[in-house]
């Protein structure tokens, strides 16, 4: 009624993952530590037949989680643990995506590549009975502007909902606040306002 696998390494995702998992069938709980390098966004989207326009972006993940549950859902949503994520440069290969942060922040030249070029993405989920929630979960920075965002994960209603002000780079010719940004809504579906 136990399965005990001692720490492995394996190739994922175009980087390498170092894991440990300890599962008790009696109670269904499941302990996990995840050590990953290199991991491409790029390819979590690709292989899961998402048809998002993300290209680059090497991921750091290392999470230590306590769940219990009969499914995936279920484990998911009474995960206990910390998980951290810091993401590399990666484009989100949008041409539209790029016209609305440029007339955000009332931008540059746009020589670049069309998208939203991302120099780094980086979240700190401290994760209780399947929800992180606090001040500055998550935040990110591009080419043209930073955003770091508070709120709430729910994996257990399987919604979220982040918010910010995004900022002009430091260096850049925008002196003032460009805004409030608003992430939310379904995990499957994400809006932003």
Not at 107 to 131: D, K, N, W, Y
Request: contains cysteine.
């Amino acid at each position: 009624g136990r399965l005990d696998v001692p720490r492995f390494t394996a190739s994922m995702l175009g980087g390498t993952a170092s894991v440990r998992l300890r599962m008790e069938s009696a109670n269904q709980h499941m302990h996990v530590d995840f050590d990953g390098k290199g991991l491409l966004l790029e390819r979590w989207f690709h292989e899961r037949g998402r048809k998002i326009p993300f290209e680059g972006g090497p991921m750091q993940i290392q999470a230590h989680l306590d769940s219990h549950g009969e499914s995936m859902k279920q484990l998911a949503a009474n995960m206990d643990g910390p998980v951290q994520i810091r993401m590399g440069r990666g484009t989100y290969a949008s041409q539209r995506a790029e016209a609305a942060e440029q007339k955000i922040a009332a931008s540059f030249s746009t020589e670049q590549a069309a998208g939203i070029r991302f120099e780094c993405v980086g979240a700190m989920l401290p994760f209780h009975s399947g929800r992180a929630q606090g001040a500055l979960l998550a935040g990110a920075a591009s080419d043209l502007s930073r955003l770091v965002t508070s709120g709430e994960i729910d994996f257990r209603r399987q919604q979220f909902e982040l918010h910010g002000r995004l900022k002009p780079r430091s260096g850049s010719s925008i002196s003032a606040v460009i805004g409030d940004v608003k992430l939310f809504g379904p995990m499957a579906k994400p809006q932003v306002s």
